[in-house]
Protein backbone atom coordinates (compact mmCIF):
# COMPACT_ATOMS: atom_id res chain seq x y z
CA UNK A 1 0.00 0.00 0.00
CA UNK A 2 2.78 2.49 0.62
CA UNK A 3 4.17 1.60 -2.83
CA UNK A 4 0.91 2.36 -4.46
CA UNK A 5 0.93 5.71 -2.52
CA UNK A 6 4.77 6.52 -3.45
CA UNK A 7 4.08 5.65 -7.14
CA UNK A 8 0.73 7.68 -7.65
CA UNK A 9 3.08 10.72 -5.81
CA UNK A 10 5.54 9.94 -8.57
CA UNK A 11 6.33 12.49 -11.23
CA UNK A 12 5.35 9.76 -13.94
CA UNK A 13 1.70 9.57 -12.29
CA UNK A 14 1.94 12.88 -12.18
CA UNK A 15 2.58 13.32 -15.95
CA UNK A 16 -0.08 10.88 -16.63
CA UNK A 17 -2.71 12.53 -14.53
CA UNK A 18 -2.51 16.35 -15.01
CA UNK A 19 -0.72 16.97 -18.55
CA UNK A 20 -3.01 17.99 -21.71
CA UNK A 21 -1.45 14.95 -23.39
CA UNK A 22 0.06 12.47 -21.28
CA UNK A 23 -3.44 10.48 -21.12
CA UNK A 24 -4.43 10.37 -23.99
CA UNK A 25 -1.11 9.68 -25.67
CA UNK A 26 -0.28 6.60 -23.33
CA UNK A 27 -3.61 5.59 -23.61
CA UNK A 28 -3.91 5.42 -27.74
CA UNK A 29 -0.33 3.15 -27.44
CA UNK A 30 -1.95 0.58 -25.11
CA UNK A 31 -5.04 0.84 -27.37
CA UNK A 32 -2.70 0.18 -30.64
CA UNK A 33 -0.44 -2.28 -28.58
CA UNK A 34 -3.62 -4.21 -27.79
CA UNK A 35 -4.89 -4.28 -31.61
CA UNK A 36 -0.97 -5.59 -32.16
CA UNK A 37 -1.11 -8.58 -29.49
CA UNK A 38 -4.31 -9.52 -29.47
CA UNK A 39 -5.18 -9.70 -33.34
CA UNK A 40 -2.07 -11.38 -33.87
CA UNK A 41 -2.45 -14.39 -31.01
CA UNK A 42 -6.55 -14.60 -32.32
CA UNK A 43 -5.60 -15.47 -35.38
CA UNK A 44 -2.64 -17.82 -34.75
CA UNK A 45 -5.30 -19.66 -32.68
CA UNK A 46 -7.77 -19.58 -35.05
CA UNK A 47 -5.21 -21.00 -37.42
CA UNK A 48 -4.21 -24.02 -35.04
CA UNK A 49 -7.81 -24.38 -33.95
CA UNK A 50 -8.53 -25.06 -38.18
CA UNK A 51 -8.83 -22.16 -40.32
CA UNK A 52 -6.99 -21.75 -43.18
CA UNK A 53 -5.19 -25.07 -43.26
CA UNK A 54 -3.36 -24.89 -46.05
CA UNK A 55 -1.46 -21.87 -43.90
CA UNK A 56 2.08 -23.62 -42.58
CA UNK A 57 1.95 -22.75 -38.85
CA UNK A 58 5.45 -22.13 -38.70
CA UNK A 59 5.24 -19.27 -41.46
CA UNK A 60 3.65 -17.47 -38.68
CA UNK A 61 7.31 -17.02 -36.74
CA UNK A 62 7.92 -13.97 -38.27
CA UNK A 63 4.97 -11.97 -36.95
CA UNK A 64 6.19 -13.58 -33.69
CA UNK A 65 8.45 -10.82 -33.10
CA UNK A 66 6.02 -8.27 -33.46
CA UNK A 67 3.44 -9.43 -31.19
CA UNK A 68 6.66 -9.46 -28.39
CA UNK A 69 7.13 -5.52 -29.31
CA UNK A 70 3.59 -4.97 -28.86
CA UNK A 71 3.20 -6.64 -25.42
CA UNK A 72 6.36 -4.66 -24.26
CA UNK A 73 4.18 -1.42 -25.95
CA UNK A 74 1.40 -2.29 -23.47
CA UNK A 75 3.42 -3.44 -20.87
CA UNK A 76 5.05 -0.22 -20.68
CA UNK A 77 1.56 2.22 -21.10
CA UNK A 78 0.32 -0.33 -19.02
CA UNK A 79 2.26 -0.01 -16.02
CA UNK A 80 2.08 4.04 -17.05
CA UNK A 81 -1.55 4.11 -16.88
CA UNK A 82 -1.09 1.60 -13.68
CA UNK A 83 0.88 4.94 -12.02
CA UNK A 84 -1.73 7.30 -12.74
CA UNK A 85 -4.39 5.78 -10.21
CA UNK A 86 -2.59 3.17 -9.11
CA UNK A 87 -4.56 2.29 -5.74
CA UNK A 88 -7.82 2.52 -7.66
CA UNK A 89 -6.63 0.03 -10.05
CA UNK A 90 -4.88 -2.50 -7.34
CA UNK A 91 -8.21 -2.85 -5.15
CA UNK A 92 -10.31 -2.97 -8.67
CA UNK A 93 -11.75 -6.51 -9.15
CA UNK A 94 -11.69 -6.53 -12.64
CA UNK A 95 -8.39 -5.25 -13.33
CA UNK A 96 -7.44 -8.20 -11.02
CA UNK A 97 -9.24 -10.30 -13.33
CA UNK A 98 -7.48 -9.02 -16.48
CA UNK A 99 -4.15 -9.12 -15.60
CA UNK A 100 -4.91 -12.98 -14.18
CA UNK A 101 -6.27 -13.85 -17.66
CA UNK A 102 -3.79 -11.78 -19.28
CA UNK A 103 -0.73 -14.01 -17.55
CA UNK A 104 -2.94 -17.76 -18.05
CA UNK A 105 -2.80 -15.84 -21.64
CA UNK A 106 0.50 -15.27 -21.93
CA UNK A 107 1.25 -19.36 -20.79
CA UNK A 108 -1.24 -20.27 -23.04
CA UNK A 109 0.55 -18.56 -25.92
CA UNK A 110 3.91 -19.75 -24.88
CA UNK A 111 2.64 -23.38 -24.37
CA UNK A 112 1.02 -23.34 -28.17
CA UNK A 113 4.21 -22.65 -29.55
CA UNK A 114 6.06 -25.05 -28.45
CA UNK A 115 3.00 -27.21 -28.86
CA UNK A 116 3.13 -26.12 -32.51
CA UNK A 117 6.90 -25.94 -33.02
CA UNK A 118 7.82 -27.27 -36.32
CA UNK A 119 4.18 -27.72 -37.87
CA UNK A 120 3.37 -27.50 -41.14
CA UNK A 121 0.07 -27.61 -42.87
CA UNK A 122 -2.98 -29.23 -41.91
CA UNK A 123 -4.65 -29.74 -38.53
CA UNK A 124 -3.18 -29.72 -35.35
CA UNK A 125 -2.76 -31.84 -32.44
CA UNK A 126 -6.40 -32.11 -30.18
CA UNK A 127 -3.80 -30.66 -27.62
CA UNK A 128 -3.31 -27.93 -29.71
CA UNK A 129 -6.49 -26.86 -30.24
CA UNK A 130 -7.46 -27.03 -26.62
CA UNK A 131 -4.66 -24.29 -25.54
CA UNK A 132 -5.63 -22.25 -28.55
CA UNK A 133 -9.27 -21.69 -27.40
CA UNK A 134 -8.30 -21.42 -23.93
CA UNK A 135 -5.78 -18.62 -25.60
CA UNK A 136 -8.50 -17.37 -27.59
CA UNK A 137 -10.66 -16.75 -23.96
CA UNK A 138 -8.52 -15.33 -21.94
CA UNK A 139 -7.42 -12.88 -24.35
CA UNK A 140 -10.70 -11.79 -25.19
CA UNK A 141 -11.97 -12.04 -21.39
CA UNK A 142 -8.84 -9.82 -20.71
CA UNK A 143 -10.45 -7.06 -23.15
CA UNK A 144 -14.08 -7.44 -21.32
CA UNK A 145 -12.47 -7.08 -17.95
CA UNK A 146 -10.35 -4.18 -19.13
CA UNK A 147 -13.54 -2.35 -20.47
CA UNK A 148 -15.40 -3.41 -17.26
CA UNK A 149 -12.21 -1.61 -15.10
CA UNK A 150 -13.78 1.77 -16.37
CA UNK A 151 -16.91 0.81 -14.94
CA UNK A 152 -16.97 -0.44 -12.06
CA UNK B 1 -34.09 19.10 -43.05
CA UNK B 2 -31.21 20.64 -41.55
CA UNK B 3 -28.69 18.50 -39.27
CA UNK B 4 -29.70 19.50 -35.58
CA UNK B 5 -33.08 18.00 -36.70
CA UNK B 6 -31.37 14.88 -38.00
CA UNK B 7 -29.49 14.42 -34.58
CA UNK B 8 -31.99 15.01 -33.16
CA UNK B 9 -34.16 12.06 -34.40
CA UNK B 10 -31.15 10.01 -34.44
CA UNK B 11 -31.20 10.69 -30.54
CA UNK B 12 -34.97 10.23 -30.47
CA UNK B 13 -34.34 6.78 -32.15
CA UNK B 14 -35.16 3.39 -30.95
CA UNK B 15 -31.20 2.38 -30.60
CA UNK B 16 -30.33 5.59 -28.93
CA UNK B 17 -32.59 5.50 -26.62
CA UNK B 18 -32.20 1.86 -25.54
CA UNK B 19 -28.29 2.45 -25.25
CA UNK B 20 -28.89 5.31 -23.34
CA UNK B 21 -31.67 3.30 -20.90
CA UNK B 22 -30.22 -0.29 -20.54
CA UNK B 23 -27.16 0.45 -18.61
CA UNK B 24 -25.08 -2.38 -19.39
CA UNK B 25 -25.29 -2.08 -23.10
CA UNK B 26 -22.96 0.90 -23.61
CA UNK B 27 -19.84 -1.37 -22.01
CA UNK B 28 -20.78 -3.85 -23.75
CA UNK B 29 -21.29 -2.86 -27.32
CA UNK B 30 -17.34 -1.34 -26.13
CA UNK B 31 -16.03 -4.67 -25.30
CA UNK B 32 -17.69 -6.16 -28.97
CA UNK B 33 -16.29 -2.86 -30.67
CA UNK B 34 -12.62 -3.82 -29.20
CA UNK B 35 -12.76 -7.33 -29.63
CA UNK B 36 -13.76 -6.38 -33.26
CA UNK B 37 -10.85 -4.27 -33.33
CA UNK B 38 -8.90 -6.31 -32.47
CA UNK B 39 -9.68 -8.71 -34.92
CA UNK B 40 -10.13 -6.74 -38.32
CA UNK B 41 -6.47 -5.43 -36.89
CA UNK B 42 -5.00 -9.10 -36.80
CA UNK B 43 -6.57 -10.56 -40.07
CA UNK B 44 -5.04 -7.16 -41.93
CA UNK B 45 -1.65 -8.38 -40.68
CA UNK B 46 -1.48 -10.86 -41.62
CA UNK B 47 -2.54 -10.13 -45.32
CA UNK B 48 -0.45 -6.99 -45.09
CA UNK B 49 2.63 -8.11 -43.75
CA UNK B 50 2.31 -11.04 -46.58
CA UNK B 51 2.16 -8.63 -48.94
CA UNK B 52 4.81 -6.61 -47.46
CA UNK B 53 7.13 -9.45 -47.34
CA UNK B 54 7.62 -9.45 -43.38
CA UNK B 55 5.60 -12.44 -43.40
CA UNK B 56 6.26 -13.81 -47.09
CA UNK B 57 6.60 -17.55 -46.22
CA UNK B 58 2.64 -17.94 -46.11
CA UNK B 59 1.22 -18.59 -48.89
CA UNK B 60 -1.14 -15.70 -50.99
CA UNK B 61 -4.17 -17.41 -51.62
CA UNK B 62 -4.66 -18.89 -47.91
CA UNK B 63 -3.50 -15.46 -46.51
CA UNK B 64 -6.69 -13.79 -48.54
CA UNK B 65 -8.79 -16.15 -46.70
CA UNK B 66 -8.68 -13.46 -44.02
CA UNK B 67 -10.39 -11.10 -45.62
CA UNK B 68 -13.93 -12.51 -44.91
CA UNK B 69 -12.96 -12.25 -41.20
CA UNK B 70 -11.90 -8.66 -41.74
CA UNK B 71 -14.93 -7.51 -43.17
CA UNK B 72 -16.79 -9.79 -40.71
CA UNK B 73 -15.19 -7.85 -37.82
CA UNK B 74 -16.09 -4.53 -39.57
CA UNK B 75 -19.26 -4.92 -39.63
CA UNK B 76 -19.27 -5.73 -35.78
CA UNK B 77 -17.62 -2.52 -35.30
CA UNK B 78 -20.04 -1.08 -38.11
CA UNK B 79 -23.08 -2.11 -35.73
CA UNK B 80 -21.52 -1.36 -32.33
CA UNK B 81 -20.57 1.93 -33.46
CA UNK B 82 -23.50 3.54 -34.92
CA UNK B 83 -25.06 2.33 -31.50
CA UNK B 84 -22.63 4.67 -29.49
CA UNK B 85 -23.09 7.01 -32.06
CA UNK B 86 -27.02 6.71 -32.23
CA UNK B 87 -26.64 7.21 -27.78
CA UNK B 88 -25.27 10.59 -28.07
CA UNK B 89 -25.62 12.20 -31.74
CA UNK B 90 -24.68 15.79 -30.47
CA UNK B 91 -21.14 14.34 -28.64
CA UNK B 92 -19.47 12.60 -31.77
CA UNK B 93 -21.19 14.87 -34.29
CA UNK B 94 -18.74 17.76 -34.17
CA UNK B 95 -15.93 16.20 -32.67
CA UNK B 96 -12.69 16.53 -34.16
CA UNK B 97 -11.35 12.74 -33.60
CA UNK B 98 -14.39 11.53 -34.51
CA UNK B 99 -14.27 13.24 -37.72
CA UNK B 100 -10.55 12.51 -38.43
CA UNK B 101 -11.65 8.81 -37.31
CA UNK B 102 -14.35 8.65 -40.33
CA UNK B 103 -12.08 10.01 -42.97
CA UNK B 104 -9.70 7.52 -41.90
CA UNK B 105 -11.98 4.47 -42.27
CA UNK B 106 -13.54 5.76 -45.65
CA UNK B 107 -9.79 6.40 -46.97
CA UNK B 108 -8.79 3.02 -45.51
CA UNK B 109 -11.96 1.32 -47.23
CA UNK B 110 -11.20 2.62 -50.35
CA UNK B 111 -7.49 1.57 -50.22
CA UNK B 112 -8.90 -1.65 -49.77
CA UNK B 113 -11.37 -1.71 -52.76
CA UNK B 114 -8.86 -0.64 -54.88
CA UNK B 115 -6.96 -3.45 -53.45
CA UNK B 116 -9.44 -6.39 -53.93
CA UNK B 117 -10.55 -5.42 -57.44
CA UNK B 118 -7.32 -4.09 -58.96
CA UNK B 119 -3.96 -5.43 -57.22
CA UNK B 120 -5.58 -8.83 -55.98
CA UNK B 121 -6.52 -10.61 -58.98
CA UNK B 122 -2.67 -10.19 -60.41
CA UNK B 123 -0.95 -11.77 -57.50
CA UNK B 124 -3.60 -14.51 -56.19
CA UNK B 125 -1.23 -17.43 -57.27
CA UNK B 126 2.08 -15.85 -56.03
CA UNK B 127 3.70 -19.06 -54.37
CA UNK B 128 5.52 -18.70 -51.02
CA UNK B 129 8.99 -16.68 -50.44
CA UNK B 130 7.95 -14.10 -53.91
CA UNK B 131 7.86 -10.44 -53.49
CA UNK B 132 5.04 -8.36 -54.41
CA UNK B 133 5.08 -5.92 -56.56
CA UNK B 134 5.81 -1.68 -55.27
CA UNK B 135 2.19 -0.91 -55.71
CA UNK B 136 0.73 -3.79 -53.78
CA UNK B 137 3.62 -3.10 -51.11
CA UNK B 138 2.57 0.91 -50.48
CA UNK B 139 -1.32 -0.32 -50.34
CA UNK B 140 -0.27 -2.84 -47.37
CA UNK B 141 1.58 -0.27 -45.63
CA UNK B 142 -0.80 2.56 -45.86
CA UNK B 143 -3.46 -0.11 -45.07
CA UNK B 144 -2.12 -0.59 -41.32
CA UNK B 145 -0.96 3.05 -40.91
CA UNK B 146 -4.76 3.77 -41.66
CA UNK B 147 -6.09 1.41 -39.12
CA UNK B 148 -3.78 2.22 -36.52
CA UNK B 149 -5.02 5.97 -37.13
CA UNK B 150 -8.47 5.26 -36.46
CA UNK B 151 -7.32 3.06 -33.53
CA UNK B 152 -6.01 6.28 -32.46
CA UNK B 153 -8.38 8.97 -33.61
CA UNK B 154 -11.34 6.57 -31.32
CA UNK B 155 -9.03 6.65 -28.31
CA UNK B 156 -8.71 10.44 -28.39
CA UNK B 157 -12.56 11.25 -28.77
CA UNK B 158 -13.19 11.75 -25.38
CA UNK B 159 -10.40 14.18 -25.05
CA UNK B 160 -10.84 16.45 -28.79
CA UNK B 161 -14.05 17.86 -27.22
CA UNK B 162 -15.06 21.33 -28.15
Known amino acids: MEFLAWLEGS ?42 RKIPISSFNSLFNLTWAGFAVNFTSGCMLFSGDAIKFFNSTPFRIKIILIILGMISVWMLLREVKGMDTGVSSARARFIAAVSLLCWFGAITAGRLTAYL | MDITAILTAIEASWPGVTIRDVAWLFPMLETLHFMGLCTLFGSLMVIDLRLLGIARFIPMGPAMSFVPISIGAFLVNLCSGIGFFCADPFTYYPNLAFRIKMVLILVAGLN ?40 VMGRMIPYLEE
Request: net charge positive; no cysteine.
Open chain 1, 11 to 52: ALALWIRESLWGYPIVLSSHAVGMAIVVGMVSMIDIRVLGFA
Open chain 2, 112 to 151: AVWFQYIEAPKIKSLPPGTPTTLTVKAIAALSLLLWIGVI
